[in-house]
């Protein structure tokens, strides 16, 4: 055991010995001026104001991609103004080298970033160069929103009140924006925050940005950031609450016919404590106009990951459930009312000043007589310090607390589960290198030893070269229940080495090269219980299409009886081995043609010396802007010992999106799952009648079989309106 410690420790070492690079920003040489404006701004795509004449501009953008050591072909300019309400940046994007027609999906919200022709503004408002804001519109005028973490990624769940308009032409296009100063959060008295500016032109297969930003990071990077420099301070936002009621009515019928009518009010309000801080309160929640998951075939032996969908928890929501790793996540807010109905609920967020920030939320659910479920509390606290130029420290706090009558009545359900953690975030100032260490502990009725996780990784990344190294000890009795963590009791080792050759510009090759990864698994006396090794070979096109193919070799001791197709027909037995080989090849095409599609396609080995064939196909075609029409087929061929014999397994997925306007929307998603023997149609209307102000009509039903009506389905009509007092 502690040769394993010693493995697990080399990560932490090498993160301190590099974590001693501090310098000031890179890119603190780009500087856009910003001042305020007296006369009324009109957003119609038409930059008729005179301000747009004498404000500075940013322009001369840097590529990204293809290369990253070029200035863009395809000219842009930004200009940027305020008045005591919004924030305005006025754009124009010429088609000064390729002109053609616009690529864009659809006027859907929060569209692809690789999909669309589109701009993208990232506001540092703290200028600490880690959190902020993104803004972005594609060129017909979708709009795109969402909160920034970890300096260079993007939650697009976050949904805020502003404003755009688009116009375009053959020579250019042009778009006018406004945000609210009361949309967004930031330090007062702060005259110089971060901002960035990112361009994508599928017609030339070009990204580009105001500053430079090596190819391998995404373009709103905060660690390339430029200066946005104000002539005064921002307005200070004075009062600024806003009430969100909504009322629901939902007709049911979930068995033997039976309709049952429901209806619900309930609201949503937001205060803003401070510029930066902000308290969310739920009441009666209902998240009926959440989007359905996508249904998989599982032949996992451990818990699958969907993410959360429903917009309470969402806002920033990496305070608390991006707190640890993919697969070790002491905070899941989809546990919450699962099962138990929310009573409501209130969130802390925000920032409190330029190096902290805080998290603290409480729900409460009502219990279930007719299951036998007692009410629940569920409470997170969480609290993170910038460090150095970009790193940042965090702990963690996270309570299930079960109360009243029905909690002493059934004893299976324990009265508590606590995890209490703490981490180490490392961003290197160049952002080519990153980190992490990581401490947890659950607490439970009877558990005292062996409950803890530790784990840590170092990565580097430049423009040819990425290594990985990370190390997991997960104890025998962690225990989360308002966690993800889907496998416990072992020690885990993860390398990833990685290497990109860039043939040059007359090429239509943009990268190619060999990848290299191992994952193991050691039980605690240090046998190996799994291991994963994968060789690929990957081939990035200019036209940004791509293509990979990889080796793999697995090995695994079941240490739980386990059924390999997952239907109940047997079990393998536990500590019995099992290897196999397969070799993997996935191609995805270009974005810019109407017709797209992904493919996968798999064979080798399977359990008990068993075969795998495996075809994957996601389809698309869209008439742009207004239909855009996907498909989803995947076939799992197993064949296997008796008693599981031959198996064939279905997927099949059919989705249609209308977008008539850029605030009317109907979605429609029909599944079949061969596996679980279901089928699955979801189809809903939205229609955002004022900004974050909706009207919902939403239809699900799901059954055994598809000829026989429906036995399981129900409608839901919802209505929201958000009022700023």
Same mark, same amino acid.
């Given at each position: ?93 010429? &088609? ?129 950031? =430029? ?18 009621? !909504? ?33 969310? @309160? ?53 546990? @919450? ?56 420290? *965090?702990?963690?706090?996270?309570? #299930? ?19 209490? *953690?703490?981490?180490?975030? !490392? ?13 947890? #502990? ?27 190294? /990370?190390?997991?000890?997960? *104890? /025998? ?41 191992? @994952? ?5 006396? *240090? ?56 070799? &993997? ?19 080798? =080995?399977?359990? /008990? ?47 249609? &999106? ?31 009648? #004022? ?27 919802? @209505? ?6």
């Amino acid at each position: 055991m502690s040769i394993s410690f010693k493995r697990i420790l080399l990560p932490i070492i090498l993160i301190f010995i590099f974590q001693n690079v501090c310098s000031q920003k890179i890119n603190n040489d780009y500087v856009i001026k910003i001042g305020k404006v007296s006369e009324k701004i009109i957003l119609d795509g038409q930059l008729k104001e005179s301000i747009w004449e004498t404000a500075d501009v940013a322009d001369n953008f840097s590529m990204i991609l293809p290369q990253d050591d070029l200035k863009a072909t395809q000219f842009s300019e930004i200009r940027m103004a305020y008045d005591d309400k919004n924030i305005y940046i006025a754009v124009i994007f010429f &088609n000064n080298t390729i002109k053609g027609d616009y690529v864009v999906e659809s006027y859907k919200r929060d569209f692809s970033f690789g999909k669309n022709d589109n701009f993208i503004v990232a506001i540092d408002p703290f200028n600490n160069m880690n959190t902020g804001f993104a803004f972005g519109l594609n060129a017909y005028g979708a709009q795109w929103d969402g909160t920034i973490f970890n300096g260079r990624s993007v939650d697009l769940n976050w949904d805020t009140k502003w404003y755009s308009e688009v116009a375009f032409d053959n020579e250019k296009w042009i778009a006018e924006i406004a945000i609210p100063f009361k949309s967004i959060r930031y330090k007062d008295n702060l005259t110089q925050w971060g901002i960035s500016f990112s361009r994508l032109d599928l017609k030339a297969s070009e990204k580009s940005g105001w500053t430079p930003v090596p190819r391998q990071f995404p373009s709103i990077t905060m660690a390339y950031s =430029g200066v946005l420099e104000w002539d005064a301070p921002p307005p200070n936002q004075g009062s600024n609450i806003s009430l969100i009621p !909504y009322l629901s009515g939902i007709i049911d019928s979930p068995e033997k016919n039976v309709t049952s009518n429901q209806f619900n009010p309930g609201a949503d309000i937001k205060l803003n404590l401070t510029s930066s801080l902000n308290l969310d @309160i739920t009441i009666n929640p209902d998240f009926s106009q959440a989007e359905v998951d996508q249904q998989v075939t599982n032949l996992d032996r451990f818990e699958l990951f969907f993410p959360e969908r429903r917009q309470f928890f969402l806002e920033n929501a990496d305070l608390f459930g991006n707190f640890g790793y993919e697969n070790i996540r002491p905070f899941f807010s989809r546990r @919450i009312g699962l099962e138990n109905p929310i009573i409501g609920g209130i969130r802390l967020s925000g920032n409190v000043d330029e190096k902290w920030r805080v998290g603290l939320l409480d729900i409460q659910t009502q219990e279930d007589s007719e299951k036998g479920l007692p009410a629940q509390n569920f409470g997170v606290f969480s609290l993170q310090r910038k460090v150095l130029d970009r790193s940042t420290i *965090g702990m963690i706090f996270v309570n #299930k607390q079960s109360s009243g009558e029905l909690k002493k009545t059934n004893t299976s359900i324990e009265d508590y589960n606590r995890n209490i *953690g703490l981490e180490y975030n !490392y961003f290197s100032a160049d952002n080519l290198w990153n980190g992490k260490l990581m401490y947890l #502990k659950s607490f439970s009725p009877e558990i005292r030893y062996d409950n803890a996780i530790f784990a840590s990784n170092i990565t580097y990344n430049d423009n040819h070269f990425l290594g990985s190294l /990370q190390a997991e000890y997960v *104890g /025998q009795n962690y225990n989360a229940e308002v966690g993800y963590v889907p496998r416990s009791n072992y020690y885990k080792f993860d390398t990833t080495l990685k290497y990109l050759i860039f043939p040059g510009e007359d090429s239509k090759v943009l990268s190619h090269g060999p990848s290299i990864g191992s @994952i193991q698994y050691f039980n605690f006396d *240090g046998d190996g219980i799994d291991r994963r090794t994968k060789f690929g070979y990957e081939v990035n096109f200019k036209n940004r299409s791509e293509m990979m193919l990889a080796f793999e070799n697995q090995f695994i001791v079941l240490q739980n009886p386990f059924d390999p197709i997952r239907t109940g027909v047997s079990s393998l037995e536990a500590l019995t081995e099992h290897r196999w080989n397969s070799i &993997n090849l996935y191609f995805s095409s270009k974005p810019q043609s109407l017709f797209t599609y992904n493919l996968k396609s798999s064979y080798g =080995g399977y359990f /008990q010396r068993g075969n795998r064939w495996l075809f994957f196909s996601e389809m698309g075609y869209r008439f742009q802007p207004y239909v855009e029409l996907n498909s989803l087929v995947s076939y799992n061929h197993i064949l296997l010992e008796k008693p599981w014999g031959v198996n064939g397994f279905w997927l099949l997925g059919v989705k249609s &999106n209308f977008t008539f306007t850029k605030n009317v929307f109907f979605s429609n998603l029909y599944q079949y799952n061969e596996q679980q023997r279901l089928w699955n149609f979801n189809s809903r209307f939205q229609w955002r009648y #004022k900004p974050a102000s909706d009207i919902f009509l939403v239809f699900n039903s799901s059954d055994s079989n598809m000829l026989v009506p429906n036995r399981n389905w129900n409608i839901t009509l919802k @209505i929201n309106y958000w009022i700023n007092l």
